[in-house]
C-alpha cells in the first residue's frame, strides 16, 4: 500500500481507538477475567490493527476484530509463559475452548459489557477514591494525570489506587456482572456518583484547553440512559434528565474562540430543544414518584433554566424553593452555595454576599473555586471594586481550566479599567 494508504489507515485505527477502545478492553475484561491482561490484550488487537490493516483493509466490524484480534493475542501470551506457570497453559485452553465472541458486540442492551464494568468498578469493596479513579480510567479512559488534576491529587497516587482496586477485585472474585434486581438499588449510588462525577468532567473540564469534553459527556448520558433503562427509578431518571439538561446549552456555553460565555449572556435558540424536552419529561416522571432525591430535584431545577425564554424570564423563585428542598435532603456547603447565588439573583447581590461570607467565615469551600467567583461577581454588581478585585485573583489562583481562567482575568482587568 502506498504511504498516503498507510497514513489513511493509521488515522482509521486511531479514530477506532478514541471512538471504541473502551468498549474493546470492556469487552476484553468479560472474556479474560482479567483487567491487566484485558488492557495489555487491548494494545496488542490495536498494534496487529496497524500491521494488518494497511495490507488487508479495514474489516467491517473493526470492534469485533479488535475483540477477536485481543483474545487470541492473550491465549498466545499465556501459552508462552505457560513453561514458567502451569496455570497459565489451564487458563490458556479454557479461554480457548470458549465459544469465540459473536460478531456482533454492538448490542446496545441492559447487559452491555461497559455497564457490567462500571458495577464492577463502582463495586461497594472499593473505596470511594477507588471507584471513582479506576471508572474513570478504565470506563472513559483518562490518563492517571488527568485523574489526577481533576480530583486534585497526584498521579502516583491515582495509580496506586486503581492497582490495588484492581487487586481487590482480583482477590476478592468480585464478579464481573450487572446486579440482580434485588440487589440493584443498595448498589445504585455509587454508581450514580461516579457517572455524574464523569459528565462534570466532561461537561466543565478542571483543567485543559477547552471548556467540554464531548468524550465524557457523551459516555455518561450513554450510561446514564442504560441505568435508566435497567432501573427507571426517580434517581436515575434525575441523574439522565440533569446531564441532557446541562449538556443541551454545550453549544451555546463558548464562542468560536473557545471562550466561555455566561448562562445569562448565551444565546438560547442555540439551545438544543430535543434534549430539552427529553429532560423536562424525565424531570416530570422523576418528580411523579413520592421519594425524590438530590439528582431528581438538580435536574428540576436545571428544568426550569431550560424554560426560560430569556435570563429576565427565569423563575427566580421557584429555584429557591427547590433548593431548599435540596439543601434539606442534601444539606451540603456546595448546595448552600448555590442557593445562596439563586438568592442573589432574587432578593439582590447583598443578601446572596451575606451567605457566601458566612459559608467561607465557617471554613467551607476556602479552596473552592466557585465560591470566590461568585462571590467576586456579587461585590462587583455591588461596585466593591477593591474586594472583588481580591475575590477575582483568588478565585484565579484556583482556576486551572484556561477558558475558565481568562474569562476571570477578563472580568477581573474590566473592574481595574
Excluded at 6 to 16: D, G, L, T
Aim: proline share 4%.
Amino acid at each position: 500500500m502506498q504511504s498516503d494508504g498507510v497514513s489513511e489507515v493509521r488515522e482509521a485505527v486511531e479514530a477506532v481507538y478514541r471512538a471504541d477502545s473502551r468498549r474493546v478492553l470492556a469487552t476484553l475484561i468479560r472474556l479474560l477475567g482479567d483487567f491487566d491482561a484485558a488492557e495489555e490484550a487491548m494494545q496488542d488487537a490495536f498494534a496487529a490493527a496497524m500491521e494488518s490493516w494497511p495490507s488487508q483493509g479495514i474489516p467491517r466490524n473493526a470492534r469485533a476484530w479488535l475483540v477477536s484480534a485481543g483474545r487470541f493475542r492473550a491465549i498466545d501470551r499465556m501459552r508462552r509463559g505457560a513453561r514458567f506457570d502451569a496455570s497459565s497453559a489451564a487458563i490458556a485452553d479454557q479461554l480457548e475452548s470458549a465459544s469465540t465472541p459473536p460478531p456482533d458486540i454492538d448490542n446496545e442492551g441492559v447487559e452491555d459489557d461497559r455497564l457490567r464494568l462500571v458495577f464492577t468498578c463502582c463495586h461497594p469493596a472499593l473505596t470511594g477514591d477507588a471507584q471513582v479513579a479506576l471508572t474513570l480510567r478504565e470506563v472513559c479512559g483518562l490518563t492517571t494525570e488527568e485523574i489526577g488534576s481533576a480530583f486534585l491529587t497526584t498521579a502516583s497516587t491515582v495509580a496506586q489506587r486503581i492497582v490495588r482496586a484492581k487487586g481487590k477485585i482480583r482477590d476478592a472474585r468480585i464478579p464481573y456482572e450487572v446486579p440482580t434486581r434485588a440487589d440493584l438499588p443498595d448498589r445504585l449510588d455509587a454508581v450514580l456518583r461516579v457517572v455524574y462525577l464523569v459528565f462534570n468532567e466532561g461537561y466543565s473540564a478542571t483543567t485543559g484547553a477547552t471548556v467540554t469534553r464531548l468524550d465524557l459527556c457523551a459516555e455518561a448520558i450513554r450510561l446514564g440512559g442504560l441505568l435508566v433503562e435497567l432501573l427507571p427509578d426517580p434517581e436515575t431518571l434525575g441523574l439522565l434528565a440533569l446531564m441532557l439538561l446541562h449538556d443541551s446549552r454545550r453549544a451555546a456555553r463558548t464562542s468560536p474562540e473557545g471562550e466561555i460565555i455566561l448562562l445569562d449572556e448565551q444565546d438560547r435558540s442555540r439551545w438544543n430543544r430535543e434534549q430539552i424536552v427529553e429532560g423536562v419529561a424525565l424531570v416530570e416522571r422523576a418528580l411523579g414518584f413520592r421519594r425524590v432525591g438530590p439528582y431528581a430535584l438538580q435536574a428540576a431545577i436545571a428544568a426550569v433554566h431550560a424554560e426560560a425564554v430569556a435570563p429576565q424570564a427565569t423563575d427566580w423563585e421557584q429555584i429557591v424553593g427547590l433548593y431548599d428542598v435540596l439543601f434539606r435532603v442534601e444539606p451540603s456547603a456546595v448546595v448552600e452555595l448555590n442557593r445562596a447565588a439563586a438568592i442573589a439573583m432574587r432578593d439582590g447581590p447583598a443578601a446572596g454576599l451575606s451567605l457566601i461570607d458566612s459559608i467561607l467565615a465557617r471554613g467551607d469551600l476556602a479552596d473552592y473555586r466557585p465560591a470566590h467567583s461568585a462571590r467576586a461577581e456579587l461585590l462587583r454588581r455591588l461596585e466593591r471594586k477593591t474586594d472583588a478585585s481580591a475575590a477575582y485573583r483568588r478565585a484565579i489562583e484556583l482556576t486551572e481550566q484556561g477558558p475558565e481562567r481568562r474569562l476571570l482575568e477578563r472580568r477581573l482587568r474590566e473592574l481595574t479599567r
